[in-house]
Nanobody, 129 residues
Framework: HLQLVESGGGLVQPGGSLRLSCAAPGFTLDNYAIGWFRQAPGKEREGVSCIGSSDGSTYYADSVKERFTISRDNAKNTVYLQMNSLKPEDTAVYYC??????????????????????WGKGTLVTVSS
């Protein structure tokens, strides 16, 4: 079955950048909207950014607008999250998720685990000096 695999997390200083990748080896993501979610210790999971399956639509949480950019390369079956100007409050485990038949805004507002078709296992992003 389809598995989502995140990569690119790590330790970065405030103001730095990271690029996260979400891939599905052996499967196509063409028919799925893909979202990035994050969960910090002691906090609820929140939607960060989502991208549509074919129309290029995107959604960003207010906290990451102008700093994060989501994109997808369907030829590589990969979705990226470019994160710039990182802040300590961006520290969290970042998960990607896949969902069909949704708008990007609706997808990013879903936080229930069972609201998605698939989840990755997450990658840790730590922003600290």
């Amino acid at each position: 079955h389809l598995q989502l695999v995140e990569s690119g997390g790590g330790l970065v200083q405030p103001g730095g950048s990271l690029r996260l990748s979400c891939a599905a080896p052996g499967f196509t993501l063409d028919n799925y909207a893909i979202g990035w979610f994050r969960q910090a210790p002691g906090k609820e999971r929140e939607g960060v950014s989502c991208i549509g399956s074919s129309d290029g639509s995107t959604y960003y949480a207010d906290s990451v607008k102008e700093r994060f950019t989501i994109s997808r390369d369907n030829a590589k079956n990969t979705v990226y999250l470019q994160m710039n100007s990182l802040k300590p409050e961006d520290t969290a485990v970042y998960y990607c998720a896949a969902l069909t038949l949704t708008t990007v805004q609706a997808m990013c507002l879903i936080t229930d685990y069972y609201g998605m078709n698939y989840w990755g296992k997450g990658t840790l992003v730590t922003v600290s000096s």
